[in-house]
């Protein structure tokens, strides 16, 4: 193994999103642990202000996070992180309210009990669906499944074929799009769906069956929670605690230079010891060309959507429902994918003005790019006021694009992460949304799993 080049090493993180922040933090901790002083950590992002897609605001009497906003709290790594951090007590819970659907141009309550949307029964999408879509579902289990271990179709083509289109479009289309900014028909059943593709590999006889066993237990306190305060109180600690520098320039290279690297970026050309690249796959590609060419070809792969999220500020007595939001089905007449009604969702009432949220873009439009900042809050406006019924006289608006943010998780995603990773030579690391996950936790994962390998050649030396 290659002996540090130095005791006081330097390392370079390209990307400060939640990523990279949580990158330094770890690298931070990590090096304090192993004795090794004066280690010199630079995240280098052009934008002013970090936190990459996580953004918190004032709107009016709110503070509120205008970029993800919720993180799962199935996978531990956030509240783990929170608890690390003392900020166990700054941890919100949903209220409960569930989701609505929009479809068929109505409202329908969103069924329960499903795995992203796949039904365990037919029963629970009576009334979202035609009569004989429930009963192709509630007979699935007859027809015979073909299955190959291993296999990962698109979700669209495994549950159009067993559940019919309407379940797609209805149910499956609503929550993809609100989490990859995409649809059944680019997102592979192994990221959906994981535990549906485990159950049908060890031998369920039907999907209807599959779904039943990979239905996650049931949570007193929901499945979602968030940063009182907003997630900049996470951003804030985590570079308090990374004791690090911000270069503000975007980095465009990596190249050896002899025992270490150099990143170079707007005239600029660092040495350092070490590289995290924590920034989407497109922008990864490009600086990882000349040191891992084959990381690069394998991250281009990776499709990528963007997305607009328009919050606005509505008085106080307009009636909303007391759900959390709304999903909109497929090839419904409103430019919006999806609705948060943040005060119903989080327990903000008692204040003068409510919290809406509506999210625009998906993978394959040119929604987040081609379209003015009128036009989305005049669709906003349209949007909210269609799923009303009534009118609505926004009091305060915020506007935030998201360009090529959104990873696509298409069929063999997992093999082409792999690819990524063994292509990187020893001292380049990476860690982002397209890797393992694209909420909050698995980048806090993948995050701290690349300051783990960074810091090895120091463990050892």
Known sequence: MTPPPSDSPSIAIVGGGISGLTAAYRLRSELDGLGVGGA?????????????????????????????????????????????????????????????????????PLPTRTVNGIPASASSVIGLVDDETVARIDSEPQRDMPWTVGADPTVADLVALRFGPQVVARLVDPLLGGVYAGSAATTGLRTAAPGIARALDEGAGSLLAAARQALPPISATGIFGAV????????????????????????????????????????????????????????????????????????RTIPVASSVVVALTLPGDVELPANSGVLVASAESLHTKAITFSTSKWGMRGRSTQVVRLSYGRFGDTVARATSDDQLRHWAVVDLETVLGAPVAPINSALARWIDAMPQYGPGHADVVDAVRAGLPSGIAVAGSYLDGIGVPACVASASQAARDSVARWRHG
């Open 40 to 108: 010199s950590i630079t995240v280098y992002d052009p934008a002013e202000q970090l936190g990459g897609i996580l953004r918190t605001i004032t709107l009016g009497e709110h503070r509120i996070d205008i970029g993800a906003e919720a993180f799962i709290t199935r996978r531990p790594e956030v509240l783990d992180l929170l608890d690390e951090l003392g900020l166990a007590d700054r941890r919100l819970e949903t209220t409960g309210a569930r989701p609505l659907v929009y479809a068929g141009g109505s409202l329908h």
């Open 228 to 299: 009182d305060g907003g997630y900049a109180v996470l951003v804030d600690e985590l570079w308090s605690r990374a004791r690090a520098e911000h270069r503000q320039l975007a980095v465009t290279g990596v190249e050896r230079d002899g025992d270490g690297w150099t990143v170079t970026g707007a005239g600029v050309s660092d040495r350092v010891d070490a590289v995290i690249v924590a920034v989407p796959a497109p922008r990864a590609a490009a600086i990882l060309d000349a040191v891992a060419p084959e990381s690069a070809a394998a991250a």
